[in-house]
């Protein structure tokens, strides 16, 4: 089992910056591809960004490239998301998640385990 706690969410005005850590703990998290996704009220959760296991590839949904970087500290165990020039259209609840599986880093499927979430706000 591997426990996930993010943190670092908060409520900012657009167009400043925000930084979500999470947290594992539990089984060793090297081996982990990571990532973030949000859910704003009734939608549904959506993929932001994924990091390989290594940390050299990274992957974005066109709508944070250029403003959200995902990055990992393995010996923290800690993976990051730097968010820039917040939009209100990014309010949400991230979420961190870890898995192993194959497919592309956007399918939920992919992920063994989750964070219970950290609530991003933006106004305008």
């Known amino acids: 089992q591997v426990q996930l706690v993010e943190s670092g969410g908060g409520l900012v005005q657009a167009g400043a910056s925000l930084r979500l850590s999470c947290a594992a703990s539990?089984?060793?998290?090297?081996?982990?591809?990571m990532a973030w996704f949000r859910q704003a009220p009734g939608k549904e959760r959506e993929f932001v960004g994924g990091?390989?296991?290594?940390?050299?590839?990274?992957y974005y949904a066109d709508s944070v490239k250029g403003r959200f970087t995902i990055s990992r500290d393995n010996a923290k165990n800690t993976v990051y998301l730097q968010m820039n020039s917040l939009k209100p259209e990014d309010t949400a609840v991230y979420y961190c998640?870890?898995?192993?599986?194959?497919?592309?880093?956007?399918?939920?499927?992919?992920?063994?385990?989750w964070g219970s979430g950290t609530q991003v706000t933006v106004s305008s």
């Open positions: 998640a870890a898995g192993s599986g194959g497919g592309s880093y956007s399918y939920r499927n992919r992920y063994d385990y």
């Open positions: 990091i390989s296991w290594s940390g050299k590839s990274t």
């Open positions: 539990g089984r060793a998290f090297s081996p982990y591809d």
